[in-house]
């Protein structure tokens, strides 16, 4: 009888271990998962953080390298003798909303400028300036102000206009000649000026 019991107590003791054992190794496998969880969503939160970085850093590059060449070409511009400055407003040079390519009229207009370039047979240097009005996202009217610019710059290469005697530079909406708070002055602020170095 004793033995009996005592085998019993065994298996008591035996049947308890591993109930221990079996809710210890769920409490690790459940804190595993807890722990596995907040791992990810906290690596996910790093992540989202890190792209947002490396997004403005990329912003804050493009910013830099955009001013290094306005300040490059400047300083190309500024050994040259100061002629005269060309202004083609809204009017005189018109582009389509969101486009850059020259109307009829502006090519007939850069064509004379070129001629009287020719005519005057003076080794020239050009700086093409873009400009636009406050409409729209700064970043895109860099684009667009530099888009135009080259626009004008293939028109009087066209021409004969050497290239390596013009350079164009886009302000965007960062000079405006008028307040953009009207309809006449952001016209007058898409425009293109040439400036002419001697």
């Known amino acids: ?106 090519q007939t207009r850069l064509n004379k400028l070129a001629g009287d370039l020719k005519a005057d047979n003076k080794n020239v240097y050009l700086e093409i300036q873009g400009h636009t009005d406050a409409t729209g996202p700064a970043q895109y009217n860099q684009q667009l102000g530099r888009q135009r610019a080259e626009a004008v710059q293939r028109q009087l290469h066209a021409q004969g206009v050497a290239l390596d005697r013009m350079a164009t530079i886009s302000y965007g909406e960062d000079a405006p000649a008028e307040p953009n708070s009207t309809a006449e002055g952001r016209a007058l602020n898409r425009r293109v000026e040439i400036v002419v170095l001697n």
């Open 1 to 106: 009888m004793r033995v009996s019991q005592h085998s019993k107590f065994e298996k008591d003791w035996v049947m308890y271990s591993y109930r221990v054992m079996l809710l210890v190794a769920v409490m690790v496998l459940v804190s595993g998962c807890a722990t596995k969880r907040y791992v990810d969503e906290s690596v996910s939160r790093l992540d989202a953080r890190l792209d947002e970085q490396s997004e403005r850093i990329n912003e804050l590059t493009e910013t830099s390298r955009q001013a290094l060449e306005r300040a490059t070409d400047a300083g190309v511009l500024a050994q040259g003798k100061f002629l005269y400055t060309v202004v083609f407003t809204d009017n005189e040079i018109t582009f389509e909303t969101d486009k850059s390519i020259l109307s009829d009229a502006a």
